[in-house]
């Protein structure tokens, strides 16, 4: 038989402190949300922090989890097996990498960016959301039995708003507009960012292709265009798609890591940077074969000062008394961030009765950077089957923020 020789030791980037801190705060908003429901109404979530300046992976949390120790025994029982492989929630997947979800309203910091590099709108552009827009059909445009009704969260409207305060109020009717124009008789014409120009700034941000993280199997997510659609279903694209494109809805999909990804890239002004979970590579004697260095993607091309205004608006998100995200604060450090509420009716849902006539379920998402003048730390919770992202996302967010900043205070002033 050969000699034995020693193998080659891997240094993550991983904090184990927070990679624990994370997955037991994220594991108890689970069992609150079943507790609190009094049935199972989610087993999984997704938990990822990074450095957004050198794309070091700080946390990774991907739940329901398992022992993998079952597999390095020589026996397995076939009712285990069974148990991990009939899983709806399955645990065998790593959440972050391996599985896509509808991002929702954190999307919006790209049609927000793209907008404003494109001229669709300045800082002055208001947009007035009477909480629900109604579009004609194209074909039967005087028939209002034809027509589509397109919603905001808030049923009442927001009122006149801005792009700060459509991000800080997370306001549907104003991307909608922003995605797809408004174009209606008697009222004001608004020209949008169209489809094509929407799928260019979100494959700019990192969506519809893997992220290139150092870890396998990682799954592209998907960013829809009018060509794919005619194909997919023999239907033509129409503007209620881009509607709901422009808001994180419809037909596109993202993981966890790509919608990080994107918040961090506007974390760091602009720069996508690649996400990466190993340190160092070193040999049996100590020294290192390969270290760790950041690699960044691309420079998104929106210019600084544009992207300084989105992130004026995800400030405002954390920070106005009116934010979606306000529960997130963490005492003496300034967070931004994204709320998200992203509606879906997957196979699971179908099979657990959520999907029904004036009902759909929604996933819970939060993504965030701190301290927001120069961050140290981006982070993106999500919660299958959470309900509102305020709600179910940013508490565990904000613990976590919490119990970082108090072992890694802000540097001083």
């Known amino acids: ?64 989890t398992y022992d993998n120790n079952i597999f390095s025994s020589s026996y397995i029982s076939q009712s285990v097996l069974d148990q ?18 509808p991002p929702g309203s954190t999307f919006k910091i790209v049609p927000a960016s793209a907008a404003l590099q494109e001229d669709v709108l300045t800082t002055k552009t208001t947009i ?28 009442s409207g927001h009122g006149d708003e801005n792009i700060v305060q459509a991000l800080a109020h997370s306001c549907d009717v ?18 949008g960012l169209n489809v094509d120009r929407l799928g260019k700034y979100a494959q700019l941000f990192g969506f519809g292709t893997p992220t290139g993280i150092d870890l396998i199997g990682e799954t592209a997510g998907f960013v829809p265009d ?37 918040m961090a890239a506007l974390a760091n002004d602009g720069i996508l940077i690649k996400a990466q979970v190993v340190k160092a590579i070193t040999a049996v004697d100590g020294h290192a074969i390969k270290t760790f260095s950041p690699l960044p993607i691309r420079k998104i091309p929106v210019n600084f000062e544009n992207i300084q205004i989105v992130q004026q608006g995800v400030e405002a998100v954390v920070n106005w ?77 904000q613990k976590i923020l919490q119990h970082w900043f108090e072992l890694h205070p802000p540097a001083g002033p």
């Open 226 to 262: 009018p060509v794919w659609k005619r194909r997919a279903t023999g239907e033509n694209w129409s503007l209620g798609d881009t509607y709901n494109f422009g808001i994180g809805q419809g037909y596109l999909t993202a993981t966890p890591l790509q919608v990080l990804n994107s």
């Open 128 to 155: 007035y959301d009477p909480g629900a827009i109604v579009i004609p059909n194209q074909y039967f445009p005087d028939d209002p039995r034809q027509a589509q009704t397109f919603v905001c969260w808030l049923r």
């Open 84 to 101: 991990l492989q009939n899983d709806p929630y399955r645990p065998q997947l790593n959440h972050a990498i391996q599985s896509v979800y």
């Open 321 to 397: 008394p009116d934010g979606t995200a306000i529960k997130a604060q963490v005492p003496g450090v300034k967070i931004a961030g994204k709320t998200g509420t992203a509606e879906y009716c997957d196979d699971l849902a179908q099979k657990n009765g959520e999907c029904y006539r004036g009902h759909v379920p929604s996933h819970a998402w939060f993504t965030a950077y701190a301290p927001a003048d120069d961050p140290t730390i981006a982070i993106v919770v999500f919660v299958y089957n959470g309900g509102e992202g305020s709600r179910a996302a940013v508490p565990v967010a």
């Open 1 to 64: 038989a050969d000699p034995i020789v020693a193998g080659q030791n891997v240094q993550l980037t991983i904090d184990l402190d927070l990679q624990q801190f994370a997955q037991q705060t994220l594991q108890d908003e689970i069992d609150f949300l079943n507790n609190y429901a009094g049935r199972t109404v989610t087993q999984q979530g997704v938990v990822v922090a990074m450095n957004p300046k050198t794309g070091e992976v700080l946390a990774m949390v991907s739940l329901p």
């Open 174 to 191: 104003f991307f909608y507009q922003v995605a797809g124009g408004y174009h209606v008789k008697g009222q004001p014409e608004f020209e």
